[in-house]
């Protein structure tokens, strides 16, 4: 059964950093992209950042550009994501994702739409 559990959220002040991992099993971790996610009360899940299985091309939104940093361990069969210069806008549960759809080239994607297996989440509050 593929899952994914995600851990590391917690509350820390503005300016701080957290490392978000995302531990999976039941599938092979080097044949899927993975993203990470992050949806803030009241509103949508949000995209924050992706890697590709082959060659470690990332993708990041804007609003986290710089400050965020998305890396994964295939052998170990763990995502991360590290997060710093933290705001109170980036309050929220992040959530890690991962598909295989398509091509292993195909670059990978910061909508909702584009995964298919997800984690439960871990909360990370931003507050002083």
């Known amino acids: 059964q593929l899952q994914l559990v995600e851990s590391g959220g917690g509350l820390v002040q503005p300016g701080g950093s957290l490392r978000l991992s995302c531990a999976t099993s039941?599938?092979?971790?080097?044949?899927?992209?993975t993203g990470w996610f992050r949806q803030a009360p009241g509103k949508g899940r949000e995209g924050v950042s992706c890697?590709?299985?082959?060659?470690?091309?990332?993708s990041y939104a804007d609003s986290v550009k710089g400050r965020f940093f998305i890396s994964r361990d295939n052998a170990n069969n763990k995502v991360y994501l590290q997060v710093n210069d933290l705001k109170p806008e980036d309050t929220a549960v992040y959530y890690c994702?991962?598909?295989?759809?398509?091509?292993?080239?195909?670059?990978?994607?910061?909508?909702?739409?584009?995964?298919?297996?997800w984690g439960q989440g871990t909360q990370v509050t931003v507050s002083s």
């Open positions: 994702a991962a598909e295989k759809r398509g091509s292993p080239l195909r670059v990978c994607g910061l909508l909702e739409s584009d995964y298919d297996y």
């Open positions: 039941g599938f092979t971790l080097d044949y899927y992209r």
């Open positions: 890697i590709r299985n082959r060659g470690g091309v990332t």
